[in-house]
């Protein structure tokens, strides 16, 4: 029988916290969500930007929750009876838990940053690594300041491996996250322009995602794209830090990971790298370039961290893309199919690309289009116009037949858009939800992307309604 989580007597120590009612002897899940709440879960009543947590207690604790961690002044909310551990401050008492994680941990840890593929990153290096030995990582896209601790205090303590994603979207947010991880190895995986609403350039969100390096460990690695125009400031900036080993990967003949072939397939790509001096050849289960590229990092840090490169490189041919982050569901149409490529959770100009990249990519029907469902790109301040209007660029380079856009950014672009072109525009994604359902025909492939403010979700959800779905096979071409 494995060893719980957390002993209830080591969350009280590592939190300071006040024992109240009759607790359980331990744990094994923390929870701040009761809608996703296991039984026996220690339930931590943050608050958060909305609600406050202490509001769900209640409700936890008759879901099956065997404790809850709670504010001392607001401990006389609840029955002298619960299960309770009283700390004065919530979440400043889960970061202390996550740093006793983080203190009794043997295993190598990984952080991982970027302006785009963080996420998908982080799942690839869950991949490899699980194949050499017990590795924990982040849950979704748990990267801000309370997602970080949370993930960090869920790692057991016998993980070999531990993959923490960061995120930010103002200078300063990276830092303090990074010295509760202490990574042994940190990846960036790009700088793009992302969140310039609250950055004057580019070079400043380089600066804001080059904090990760002030909580490597001594002796420990940075991963940073040495194709990105901010690899000189990134490595400079790691040299100033400290790190001991500034290692690249991309395609630049100077790469320590570097890319010498692949073919890039609708469902997959074969790879053909140099990964610290070891050729490597290897499937990647994921598509596109972008997905090809970040691999490269995700092999460096492996074997920055101690893991098997071989089996790391094998396991990388299960990867597949998340839910909407390029998952692909086949859509049963009158007279066939069609292919919805799922991209709606977020977006920015670089992964906006690399989306319009990878509809290009697919195979259509006899009579089918290649047709884009587009949202507004959020957070890009005064050029936001700009870099809409600037997809058209990419939209005829990949071949996309027929582009519908929603909101007032999107606008940009639909303007520039050759007439031909031109599916549908609407202020709000709700709106243009009946035109696009309209639309698709046997034979096409549709591509939904935006950022999650512009509510592009509930258009694939629409398409999966209206027609039968099932999740894509492999390399299966659109019937018409």
Not at 16 to 31: E, H, I, K, Q, Y
């Amino acid at each position: 029988m494995s060893a719980p989580l957390w002993t209830t007597d080591a969350m009280a120590a590592a939190m300071g916290a006040l024992a109240c009612g009759p607790l359980p002897t331990s744990t094994n899940g923390l929870s701040i969500d009761t809608r996703s709440l296991q039984s026996g879960d220690a339930f931590f009543a943050i608050k958060g930007d909305s609600r406050d947590g202490h509001e769900f207690v209640e409700a936890a604790l008759k879901a099956g929750a065997g404790l809850a961690v709670v504010a001392n002044d607001r401990r006389s909310m609840f029955a002298a009876d619960a299960p309770l551990l009283a700390v004065p401050d919530v979440l400043e008492g889960l970061r202390d838990l996550a740093r006793a994680a983080r203190a009794r941990s043997g295993g190598k840890f990984i952080g991982v940053t970027g302006s785009v593929g963080k996420t998908s990153t982080k799942e690839a290096l869950l991949l490899a690594l699980s194949a050499d030995g017990e590795t924990h990582a982040s849950a979704a896209s748990y990267n801000n300041h309370w997602g970080v601790p949370l993930s960090l205090a869920r790692c057991p303590a016998s993980a070999r491996y531990a993959v923490l994603e960061m995120g930010m979207n103002h200078a300063g947010e990276i830092e303090p996250l990074t010295k509760l991880v202490r990574p042994h190895v940190a990846i960036i995986t790009t700088i793009a322009p992302v969140h310039l609403e609250f950055f004057k350039s580019v070079a400043a969100i380089a600066d804001a995602k080059a904090e990760i390096f002030s909580g490597i460990e001594p002796g420990g690695a940075t991963v940073i794209n040495r194709d990105n125009e901010q690899y000189a400031r990134l490595q400079k900036a790691a040299k100033a830090a400290g790190v001991a080993k500034i290692i690249s990967f991309g395609e630049n003949a100077r790469a320590d990971a570097r890319l010498v072939k692949c073919a890039l397939q609708p469902d997959s790509s074969t790879v053909q790298a140099r990964i610290l001096g070891l050729e490597v050849t290897y499937k990647l289960g994921a598509p596109g370039r972008h997905m090809v590229l970040n691999s490269l990092a995700v092999l460096a840090a492996v074997a920055l961290a101690g893991g098997d490169l071989a089996l790391a490189a094998l396991a990388l041919s299960k990867l597949r893309p998340a839910i909407g982050r390029g998952e692909r569901l086949t859509l049963d149409v009158p007279g066939g199919q069609a292919l919805l490529i799922d991209e709606s959770y977020n977006a920015n100009p670089a992964s906006m690309r690399a989306a319009l990249a990878l509809l290009g990519q697919a195979p259509v029907g006899p009579r089918g289009r290649r047709i884009a469902v587009l949202g507004d790109m959020l957070e890009l301040g005064a050029k936001g116009a700009e870099l809409h209007s600037g997809l058209i660029q990419p939209i005829v380079a990949d071949a996309v037949d027929l582009v519908f856009c929603s909101g007032p950014l999107m606008h940009s672009l639909w303007e520039a858009l050759p007439s031909e072109r031109r599916g549908g525009y609407a202020e709000t994604s709700a709106a243009l939800e009946a035109d696009v359902l309209g639309a698709v025909r046997a034979g096409d492939v549709v591509m939904v992307k935006g950022s999650l403010g512009s509510k592009m979700g509930p258009i694939v959800k629409a398409l999966a309604r209206r027609y039968s779905s099932h999740r894509a096979g492999v390399a299966a071409p659109a019937q018409g």
